[in-house]
């Protein structure tokens, strides 16, 4: 029976000290980054722990709540308000809130995240109240801001700062979305009407100034034509001038030369006028009318005249 009783007390001192162990393990909390504690002492609040490891009181101390310190987002349900024209309508929000005091939001409220929600759909349906339907499609900015404004405001209390806040959905009656897609599609339809206009427009003032310049070159190509042709004119005649030039002083320097000949030859004065009535004979060329003569030339005519019907008489004696 002894030996019983060593063993009995062997195990009852290995299972005292399992549960010291236990005990003494249970009252060390490591806290994570982003994370906070807090501590309560016999029900009241203690303290608040950060980052760190920390030591509380077997049995006395407990762990109130651990509170997360990172942004949170909360999605909520699409809520049911009315416009200021009576127009139902369903919109869902979007929350990003952030914890900053642990112990207000460990005691200032009993469910934080409804809270929130209720306050949400509440403050919504004001502001919704005070638009009509075209602002509340068109405001999500201003209706944003002033959630976010309310929102943070009333959330204080509870040791939350509410960051942002966005209207998800719009979701309108279905007689509402019909009449603006048929308002889009007609928008889309006129916008598409100007468009055309527009492009027809500009195709048509393209044409006419390809139209314009076309006139402009082919005018232009022909004053060139009409520059080169006077210019072709005016070398043709410049050439027949100048062939009539040098053919009249070719014939004047063949009648020199004939003359010089003639002197040279030491032909008496009758000759030379011949030579001259010759000259006077081809001058008139059967075109002139009248030829004045001068009077050594007719007193010539008379001798050669006078010579021929000598010559014609004796020729009839003869026969």
């Not at 070719?250 to 009648?255: F, L, P, R, W, Y």
Request: proline share 3%.
């Amino acid at each position: 029976m002894g030996t019983a009783g060593s063993i009995i007390g062997l195990f009852s001192f290995i299972i005292i000290g399992i549960v010291i162990l236990l005990i003494l393990a249970s009252c060390i909390r490591i806290v994570p980054q982003a994370q906070a504690i807090v501590l309560e002492r016999l029900g009241a609040y203690r303290d608040t722990w950060s980052v760190g490891i920390h030591f509380k009181l077997p049995i006395i101390d407990r762990v109130a709540k651990r509170v997360i310190l990172k942004e949170q987002v909360v999605d909520f349900a699409p809520q049911p308000v009315i416009t200021k024209d009576n127009v139902t309508m369903r919109i869902d929000t979007v929350v990003f809130f952030q914890i900053t005091d642990p112990k207000l939001y460990a005691y200032g409220v009993e469910n934080p995240i409804m809270a929130i929600e209720n306050l949400t759909a509440t403050t919504l349906r004001n502001i919704i109240g005070d638009l009509e339907l075209d602002q509340t499609l068109t405001s999500r900015e201003t209706i944003n801001t002033k959630m976010r404004a309310s929102l943070d405001v009333a959330t204080d209390p509870w040791g939350i700062k509410v960051n942002r806040v966005e209207l998800k959905n719009i979701i309108p009656p279905a007689a509402i979305q019909d009449a603006m897609e048929k308002q889009m599609k007609a928008e889309r339809e006129r916008r598409e009407a100007i468009l055309i206009a527009e492009g027809e427009k500009k195709s048509t003032v393209l044409v006419a100034e390809g139209k314009k310049e076309s006139a402009i070159l082919e005018a232009e190509g022909e004053k060139e034509a009409a520059i080169l042709r006077a210019e072709a004119e005016k070398q043709r005649m410049i050439r027949e001038a100048e062939g009539q030039a040098e053919a009249i002083l070719k014939i004047q320097q063949a009648n020199a030369d004939g003359i010089r000949f003639i002197k040279e030859a030491g032909a008496d004065n009758a000759v030379l006028q011949l030579k001259s009535l010759e000259a006077f004979a081809a001058a008139a060329d059967g075109k002139a009318t009248k030829i004045i003569i001068p009077s050594e030339i007719q007193g010539i005519a008379g001798l050669v005249k006078s010579l021929v019907e000598v010559g014609e008489k004796e020729e009839t004696e003869a026969e």
